[in-house]
Structure formats: structure tokens, C-alpha cells
């Protein structure tokens, strides 16, 4: 049972050792608590609708398609869910295109350990997040 001022999230990779690295730095911070993994876009669709995440961490690149194809059909069920994109690609039109679907932030995997945090509470309170190496390499703001 989940309390109702915790922010819950649905982490959201293929690999299951990157899932629990980014877990237990999830749970590391007082008032969090994932809800829910899925190892691929189609189980994250279904387990957003399931469990109501506050957030979605959503790796980039999987085997049965992308975050982006994911993000896109979660938020057309889901409007108001805020989606943070942890990839190992930063090309810009990626992150463009993530942002133009609704996802609020992204960041790079290389960068987590320092970035998720943020990224976390900047999108649970529907803020745009952008980690630095992509700011530098994608000159968005």
C-alpha cells in the first residue's frame, strides 16, 4: 500500500540490472517509491494505466520499440503524466522529438547518478528537465 503523499514511479528499461540501479536510487530518497517496473514499452503502457505513476522513467532504445512510441501512447491515454526520458542517446532530434509529445525531461544515462534526482522533481511537478551534456550538445534551453 502506497501512501498518498508519496510520488510513485514506473521505471521503465529492458535491462534489469539498469532498472535496479536506478531503483535503489529512486528509494533513496524519502517519499519515493516505484510502483511498478516493465522491461519493455508495450508492458509500460499497460502498467501506466494499472498502477498510476506520478512519473515514468523510460529508457530510450528497447527491443519491441522505443520510449518515444511508448511515451506517445501512454500520454494520449494519460495526458497529465509526466514522462522523464534516461537514455544513451542524446541526439538532438530525439530529444526534440520527445518534447514535442509531451515528455518533460530528459537526460542521459551517463549523467544519472548526478541528474535523476532533479530530473525527477522538476517533472513530478510538471517542469521541464533537461540534463546538462544534452543542453551542451543539442543547444536546446
Known sequence: MYESDQTRILLVDDHAAT???IKELVEQRRGWVVSAEAGSGHQAVGL???CKPDVVVMDMQMP???GLEASVDMLGENPELNVLIVSNY???ALVKAAL???VLGYISKEN???ELAPAIEAVSHKKHYLCKRIKLQTRLP
Do not use: C
Open 19 to 21: 532498472r535496479e540501479t
Open 100 to 102: 514535442e509529445v509531451g
Open 90 to 92: 542524446v541526439d538532438s
Open 48 to 50: 501506466a494505466d494499472e
Open 112 to 114: 544519472v547518478f548526478e
Open 64 to 66: 519491441d520499440g522505443n
